[in-house]
C-alpha cells in the first residue's frame, strides 16, 4: 500500500487559521512532519491517537524526504506540515522530486501566508484605489542570492506594496534598497512579529527612517514581516478614494446606477 503525501499550509500561528480541509486531513494522519521552527506544535493537536509526529527542525533535505517516503508506505495519510502557504519558501519543490521520483502521490493544501495574517494584524489593505493596485512579495538577498533583476531596489521602483519576507536581521538592506529606489525617509514601514501566535504578535509601526530603531528596541530578530507600501495608515486619512464597484454611479450586472 501507498500512501499519499500532503504538503498542508499550517497557517501563519494561529492554528484556528488552518483550513478545513487541513485540519481534516490532520484528524485522519497516521504520521504528520512538522516544521517545528516555524509551525506553531499546536497545529498538531486535532492528530488522532497513535499518529506519528516528528519535528524537521533538525533534519536535512533528503531526510525528511527519506522519512516522507518510509511513512507514506505505511499509512494512507502523511502530512508535511508546512508554515503559511507551501508554495512560498517551503522547499516544496524540493521535497516532491524525490518523492515523485519514489512514486509517491503527492497532494498539496494552501494555507493563510503570514503577509495576510500581518496585513490582518494590523488592518492594514495592501490595494486601495488610485494608490496601488499590485502587491510584490519578495525577500533581500543572505545566503540565498536573488536572481538578476530581483533587488529591491529594482522592485521598490514600481512603488507598490511589498510583502518582504525572511528578511529582519538585514533591515539595513531593506532600509539601503527602498532609499535607492527613492522612497522617502518618512515612508511607512510596518513589521509584524509571529502574526496570528496567540500571545506572541507584536505589531511594530514606524517609517523608513527609524523603523530598525525600533525594532531593535522591541527585541525583534526572528519571524517577521516586513510591509512597506503607499497604502499603510490609509485607516486613518481623511480622504480616500472609494471604489467605483460600490459607488451608486456604477452598473453591473448585479446592480443598475442609482440616479
Request: charged share 20%; aromatic share 6%.
Amino acid at each position: 500500500m501507498r500512501g499519499t503525501v500532503w504538503f498542508v499550509g499550517a497557517g501563519p500561528g494561529d492554528p484556528e487559521l488552518l483550513t478545513v480541509k487541513g485540519r481534516a486531513l490532520i484528524e485522519r494522519a497516521g504520521a504528520i512532519l512538522f516544521a517545528g521552527s516555524l509551525v506553531n506544535e499546536a497545529a498538531t493537536r486535532w492528530a488522532p491517537p497513535g499518529c506519528i509526529i516528528a519535528d524537521s527542525k533538525e533534519m536535512t533535505l533528503p531526510q525528511m524526504a527519506a522519512w516522507l517516503i518510509e511513512q507514506a508506505g505505511a499509512h494512507e495519510t502523511v502530512i508535511r506540515l508546512q508554515t503559511g502557504d507551501p508554495a512560498l519558501y517551503g522547499a516544496l519543490i524540493e521535497l516532491v522530486q524525490p518523492l515523485d521520483a519514489a512514486g509517491v502521490p503527492v497532494r498539496v493544501v494552501p494555507g493563510v501566508s503570514s503577509a495576510m495574517a500581518s496585513a490582518a494584524a494590523a488592518v492594514e489593505s495592501f490595494t486601495l484605489p488610485e494608490v496601488t493596485q499590485s502587491v510584490i512579495f519578495t525577500r533581500v538577498e543572505g545566503r540565498t542570492p536573488m536572481p538578476p533583476g530581483e533587488d529591491l531596489a529594482a522592485l521598490a521602483a514600481h512603488r507598490t506594496t511589498l510583502c518582504i519576507f525572511l528578511s529582519i536581521t538585514l533591515l539595513h538592506k531593506v532600509e539601503a534598497g527602498l532609499r535607492a529606489a527613492g522612497w522617502p525617509e518618512d515612508s511607512p514601514v510596518v513589521v509584524v512579529h509571529k502574526a496570528s501566535w496567540p500571545g506572541e504578535e507584536l505589531i511594530v509601526r514606524g517609517t523608513l527612517a527609524d523603523i530598525k530603531q525600533r525594532c531593535r528596541d522591541a527585541g525583534i530578530v526572528s519571524q517577521a514581516m516586513v510591509l512597506a507600501s503607499p497604502t499603510l495608515g490609509a485607516r486613518h486619512w481623511p480622504d480616500l478614494v472609494k471604489s467605483k464597484l460600490y459607488d451608486p454611479g456604477f452598473t453591473h450586472r448585479f446592480r443598475k446606477a442609482c440616479a
